[in-house]
C-alpha cells in the first residue's frame, strides 16, 4: 500500500535532480578528457584572439564525450568572449555566432542526408519561421548561394558545428566547401571555422582527401573510458542527481563494469543504466539501488537495444526476420534456406499486396540472410549426413533475437504485424 494518494508517486524517491541524468544535460566538470579538451581548446583559441577560425574532426566510439566536451568548451568560449568583450570598444569586439547542426536530423526514410540538405537547414536556422526554405525544389548550386548570403550578412566568425557529420554520406561537398568558403571568394564579410563530429571511422578513413586538407585541419581522437574513468564519471552524476542515501560506491563500480565490458566503454551507457536501476529501485519502494535493480536495467537496456537495431535494417533483412519469427512460432526453426524463402515470399507478398515489388529469388535473399547472419541476429547450423545423406545448413534466430523483439521492431517503424500462413512452407 502506498503512503501516497496519487499512483503516480513513489512511497521513496531516490532521484533528487533528474536532469542530470538527461541525454541533452551538459556537465559542468569534463572528467578524463584532458588531452582532447587542451587541444581542442589550441583549436578555438584563435577565435577568442579575433583571429581566423579553424577547423578541427572529432572522433571516437559512441557515448565517449565528443558532444559533451564541444558543447562544453563552446559555451566557455561564449562566456569568456561576453567578458572579454564588456571591457572593450564595440569596434574591437569579437563576434561568435555558433551553428550546430546535428547531420542525423536531415535524414528521411530512404533518403540518406547530403550535403545539399545540411546546407538547407543551415539556411533555416538563420532564417525566421515563414521565410524558410524546402528541402526540394532548388537547384543545389543556388541553395548553397543562399546559404553563403546568409552567413555572409552575420558579423564577426561563424562556428559552425556538424555533430554526426558521417550521416552526410557520399556527397561532402559542404564539408570541402564550407572551411574554403573565404578563400573561394563565397564570403566576404565573415569567416567560418568547421568542427566535425563522428562516430564511424569507416566514413574518417574513407574521406575524400580535399576534405582531409580542409577539415582534418586538427585531429582529436576521444578513446573509450575504461571502467576507472567510467567510475569517475559517474561518480560525479551520481552526486548531482541522487540522494546520498541512494547508493553506494559498489553499485557506481558495477554500473561502470557493465558500461565497459556492454558497450565499450560508452558513458552514455554508464549513466543510463544508473538511471534506469534508480527509476527500477524507486518502482519498487527500495531505499537503496542494489545489484537486480542493475541487473534488471541492465536487461531492459539490452531489449531495447536489439529492438532499436533490428529496426534499422532495410526492407528485404525485416521481411526474412519476420519469416523467421512464423517459423519459429510454429517450431519449424532451425529451417533450410529454401523454407526461409518460402517464408520469407508469402511475407513479402502480403506487405505488398499491389505486387509493387517481388520477392528476391532464394539467391537474392540468402546474401541479406548472411548478413543478419554476420550482424548476429542469426545463428547458422552445418548439416552433414556424410557422402551419401548430402550437406545442408540450417537457420534460427540467436539467442538475442526472438519473434517479440521483431515485432516490436516492425511496430517501432510503423509497420503492421501481419499474420502470414505457415502451412505447407517447408514442403
Ligand atoms: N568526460 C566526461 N565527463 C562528464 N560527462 C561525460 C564525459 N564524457 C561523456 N559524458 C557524458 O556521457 C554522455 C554521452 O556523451 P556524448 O554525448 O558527449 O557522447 P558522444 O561521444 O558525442 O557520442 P555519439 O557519437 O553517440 O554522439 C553524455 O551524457 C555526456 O554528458
Redesign the pocket.
Known amino acids: 500500500m502506498k503512503n501516497s494518494d496519487s499512483i503516480f508517486a513513489d512511497d521513496v524517491e531516490l532521484i533528487k535532480d533528474a536532469e542530470v541524468l538527461?541525454?541533452?544535460?551538459?556537465?559542468d566538470?569534463?572528467?578524463?578528457?584532458d588531452d582532447a579538451l587542451a587541444d581542442f581548446t589550441d583549436v578555438l583559441k584563435p577565435i577568442y584572439k579575433g583571429r581566423p577560425p579553424q577547423n578541427a574532426f572529432l572522433y571516437?566510439?559512441?557515448?565517449?564525450?565528443?558532444?559533451?566536451?564541444?558543447?562544453y568548451l563552446r559555451n566557455k568560449l561564449v562566456d569568456d568572449l561576453e567578458r572579454k568583450n564588456s571591457n572593450l570598444p564595440t569596434d574591437e569586439q569579437v563576434t561568435l555566432n555558433v551553428i550546430w547542426i546535428n547531420c542525423e536530423n536531415f535524414t528521411t526514410g530512404e533518403h540518406k542526408t547530403s550535403s545539399y540538405q545540411v546546407a538547407v537547414g543551415i539556411v533555416n536556422r538563420l532564417r525566421e519561421q515563414g521565410n524558410r526554405i524546402t528541402g526540394t525544389g532548388y537547384a543545389p548550386q543556388d541553395v548553397y548561394d543562399i546559404m553563403y548570403s546568409e552567413l555572409d550578412d552575420l558579423d564577426g566568425t561563424i562556428l559552425v558545428v556538424l555533430?554526426?557529420v558521417d550521416k552526410i554520406g557520399d556527397d561532402d561537398t559542404l564539408l570541402y566547401e564550407l572551411p574554403r568558403s573565404r578563400d573561394m571568394g563565397y564570403l566576404e564579410e565573415v569567416r567560418v571555422g568547421v568542427i566535425g563530429?563522428?562516430?564511424d571511422y569507416t566514413f574518417r578513413k574513407n574521406l575524400s582527401p580535399k576534405v582531409k586538407d580542409s577539415l582534418c585541419e586538427t585531429e582529436i581522437k576521444?578513446a573509450p573510458?575504461d571502467a576507472t574513468?567510467l567510475t569517475q564519471?559517474l561518480s560525479?552524476?551520481a552526486e548531482l542527481a541522487l540522494y546520498d542515501s541512494a547508493y553506494t560506491k559498489g553499485i557506481i563500480d558495477l554500473v561502470s563494469s557493465l558500461a565497459y565490458k556492454e558497450a565499450s566503454g560508452?558513458?552514455?551507457r554508464?549513466?543510463r543504466l544508473l538511471r534506469g536501476s534508480a527509476e527500477i529501485a524507486e518502482g519498487e519502494g527500495a531505499e537503496q539501488i542494489d545489484e537486480t535493480h542493475v541487473r534488471e536495467a541492465d536487461k531492459k537496456i539490452e531489449y531495447g537495444n536489439i529492438v532499436e537495431s533490428i529496426a534499422d535494417q532495410d526492407d528485404e533483412k525485416l521481411y526474412i526476420l519476420k519469416g523467421i519469427s512464423h517459423l519459429d512460432l510454429v517450431n519449424k526453426t532451425p529451417a533450410r534456406t529454401r523454407t526461409i524463402h518460402e517464408a520469407y515470399s508469402r511475407v513479402v507478398r502480403a506487405y505488398n499486396e499491389d505486387g509493387s515489388k517481388d520477392p528476391l529469388t532464394q539467391r537474392g535473399m540468402f546474401n541479406h540472410l548472411s548478413k543478419l547472419v554476420m550482424f548476429g541476429f542469426v545463428n547458422t547450423i552445418d548439416r552433414n549426413k556424410g557422402a551419401s545423406g548430402g550437406q545442408w545448413n540450417e537457420h534460427e534466430f540467436s539467442d538475442d533475437v526472438d519473434p517479440g523483439k521483431v515485432k516490436e521492431a516492425y511496430e517501432g517503424r510503423g509497420l503492421d504485424w501481419k499474420q502470414i500462413e505457415t502451412r505447407g512452407v517447408d514442403r
Not at 566538470?29 to 578528457?33: E, G, Q, V
Open positions: 538527461e541525454e541533452d544535460y551538459t556537465p566538470k569534463i572528467l578524463c578528457r571516437g566510439d559512441t557515448g565517449v564525450g565528443k558532444t559533451a566536451v564541444t558543447k555533430d554526426e563530429i563522428s562516430n576521444f573510458y574513468e564519471i560525479r552524476r560508452s558513458a552514455r554508464a549513466i
